[in-house]
C-alpha cells in the first residue's frame, strides 16, 4: 500500500487518497463537484481493473495463469478500455475530466503504460 507522509499532519495511505490529496494541493483536482467525480471516475475505473489484473501476476500454476489472462484480455481489460475512451470524447477527447490535466489523467496515464509495458 503506497504511503505519502504529510508534514505536520500524519500519514495517508491508498493511491487514490494520495491522488486527491496532491491533486487539490497542486491544482489538478477540481473544485467543481461533478467534474471532480469525473476525475474519480475514471481512477476508480482503472484501478478496478488492476484488481482483477493483479491475481494473475502472482498465479504460480501456468494454465490457471495463461486462462486468468485470456479472460483479462477477452473481457476485463476490453470493458475498461471502452468505458475509459468513452469517457475521453464525452470529455472532448484531450482529458478525462474538464479542460485541463488532472491526477485522473496521470492515473489513467500510468495504468496504460502498465498495460502496454509488457509485465502481462
Not at 495517508?12 to 497542486?26: A, H, P, W
Not at 491544482?27 to 471516475?41: F, K, N, R
Not at 484501478?47 to 477477452?74: F, G, I, Q, W
Not at 481489460?77 to 485522473?104: H, M, N, R, W
Request: net charge neutral; aromatic share 10%.
Amino acid at each position: 500500500v503506497p504511503e505519502l507522509k504529510v508534514a505536520g499532519k500524519g500519514t495517508l495511505s491508498q493511491s487514490n487518497s494520495i491522488l486527491r490529496f496532491v491533486g487539490r494541493e497542486f491544482g489538478m483536482y477540481p473544485a467543481d463537484s461533478y467534474t471532480a467525480a469525473l476525475v474519480d471516475q475514471a481512477m476508480d475505473g482503472t484501478e478496478d481493473c488492476a484488481v482483477k489484473m493483479t491475481p494473475s501476476l502472482h498465479e504460480k500454476d501456468a494454465d490457471k495463469k495463461k486462462a486468468m489472462r485470456e479472460k483479462l484480455a477477452a473481457e476485463d481489460i476490453p470493458f475498461t478500455l471502452g468505458c475509459l475512451e468513452k469517457q475521453l470524447q464525452g470529455s472532448g477527447g484531450t482529458y478525462f475530466a474538464g479542460d485541463k490535466l488532472t491526477v485522473g489523467d496521470l492515473k489513467v496515464y500510468y495504468f496504460l503504460r502498465w498495460l502496454v509495458g509488457g509485465t502481462l
